[in-house]
């Protein structure tokens, strides 16, 4: 039954699998646990990918947050291989190349108004991140004047990566607490009203605000008021402190639109792309910022305005000839036209399967991106006790009804790629529906039995 991976046999795999990978997210000894047995991915189409058993199942997340037009896509593979046919990867440091150059250009025109003019290439959301910290540090450093501004503001809740400068920004305690002490300090806030009352003195020592606009994702698809966008935007114009838009997660379609910003006309001093920029295909990031940013790093060698940051991989060729298709395949198959009826299917499914269901608590919705609560009450949206793990638990059932996907503690995560099929939808709505009644009857037994 098994599959053989380059002469492995299954057996070989999970022994090494189980003995020498450490995996993100994940507490090991479980995974590692004699009774896990581990999901190999082996093949995808579309929204689907098929495990080594053979087994398909709709990639309920779009593989965490990145596949944007689904798995094998013709289109984006031509073009990888056309590159690959050509080079893999050249420095760049000290050269350039086409494909850069190009998905630069198209980068910027996809903002309105000609506002942001420069794209910096690195390598995933993270770096997106710390580059766009470092820009805006450096940035006030070189502008006469405005050498206060040290400071940075994020949110309660908010994830913008894991490296120490990003990780700096977070505000999930289980995610960011254990680095306290390696991370720089933040002014943290809770919304926009608070932003609005921050004493002048105090704005006038920031350098920037970062924002995940519309929905924080890892805080459980958590949505903005609607406004809050568009209110940081003007607060950020009177006060002179930039805006950083961490569009990581709902860049390329997710919300509907290309870009989250849009929804509420913004258009930030930075913008993080990653996840979505190659399809879901390649790591590749970009961090785009004004001309205005960028003008200020001009200047002679011992001025020292250079920018001094940079990663091996920068602009990797593959990743940018990647990004470049999955743009042309926006065009050509008029995804966000498409979308926007399975935005609302995906509505009708999950307010029909949660007044249907009694364990399914709040629904949060925003474009294709969606979050449902496996709750104990409804009415009162109690939550089972965290040692239940009815998040995991669900998702693992909802493996069994050819769904994958991966909870924020009990928030279920459907976030598919926008090319699924409606009633691919429905099937990974029925999943949760019937994942969630399975495990919260377990659950329900389990604790009366403890309780008796
Ligand atoms: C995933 C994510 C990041 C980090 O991106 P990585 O590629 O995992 O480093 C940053 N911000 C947001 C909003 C994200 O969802």
């Not at 239940?388 to 009804?401: I, M, S, Y």
Request: charged content about 25%; hydrophobic content about 40%; proline content about 4%.
């Amino acid at each position: 039954m098994r599959s053989e991976v380059h002469g492995t046999s299954h057996v070989e795999l999970v022994a090494l699998e189980k003995s020498r990978l450490w995996h993100p997210f994940t507490q090991m000894r479980d995974w590692c646990a004699p009774e896990h047995e581990p999901l190999f991915i082996e093949e995808g189409q579309a929204e689907m990918l098929r495990s080594s058993d053979g087994r398909w199942f709709i990639d309920g997340n779009s593989s965490i947050w990145t596949n944007i037009h689904g798995h094998n896509h013709k289109r984006i593979n031509d073009a990888i291989v056309k590159q690959l046919e050509r080079v893999a990867h050249s420095s760049f440091l000290g050269c350039t190349h086409a494909a850069a150059a190009r998905l630069a250009g198209r980068l910027c025109d996809l903002w309105p108004g000609g506002k942001l003019t420069r794209v910096f290439f690195s390598d995933d959301g993270s770096t997106a991140i710390e580059c766009a910290v470092k820009m805006a540090a450096q940035y006030w450093q070189q502008t006469p004047g405005q050498e206060q501004r040290t400071e940075f503001a994020a949110f309660e809740f908010a994830y913008h990566g894991d490296t120490t400068g990003a990780s700096s920004l977070g505000g999930i305690g289980r995610f960011h607490d254990k680095f306290g002490m390696i991370h720089f300090p933040i002014r943290r806030l809770t919304g926009v009203e608070e932003i609005e009352a921050i004493p002048p003195q105090d704005a006038s020592r920031l350098a920037a605000i970062v924002i995940e606009p519309l929905v924080q994702g890892a805080a459980g698809i958590r949505l903005w008021p609607e406004g809050t966008l568009a209110r940081l935007r003007s607060w950020c114009d009177r006060t002179g402190v930039l805006l950083i838009a961490d569009e990581v997660m709902t860049g390329f379609g997710r919300t509907g639109k290309m870009f989250a910003c849009e929804h509420e006309g913004v258009v930030p001093d930075f913008v993080a792309l990653a996840k979505g920029l190659t399809g879901g295909y390649l790591p590749l990031a970009a961090t785009l910022t004004t001309e205005r940013i960028f003008q200020a790093f001009l200047g002679s060698v011992e001025e020292s305005k250079t920018f001094f940051y940079g990663h091996s991989y920068t602009a990797n060729q593959l990743g940018c000839a990647a990004a470049l298709a999955s743009l042309d395949v926006f065009e050509e198959e008029k995804t966000l036209e498409k979308l926007k009826p399975k935005i609302v299917i995906l509505r009708e499914i999950l307010a029909e399967a949660q007044k249907k269901s009694p364990w399914l608590g709040e629904c949060r919705q925003c474009g294709l991106i969606a979050g449902v609560d496996v709750v104990r009450n409804k009415t009162s949206g109690e939550k089972f006790p965290p040692s239940a793990l009815a998040g995991v638990r669900t998702c693992l059932a909802a493996r069994e009804r050819g769904l994958l996907t991966r909870p924020i503690g009990d928030t279920i995560v459907l976030m598919p790629p926008l090319c699924i099929r409606e009633e691919r939808l429905k099937q990974a709505v029925d999943a949760i529906f019937y994942a969630a009644d399975k495990v919260a009857q377990e659950i329900s037994a389990e604790y009366s039995a403890t309780s008796n």
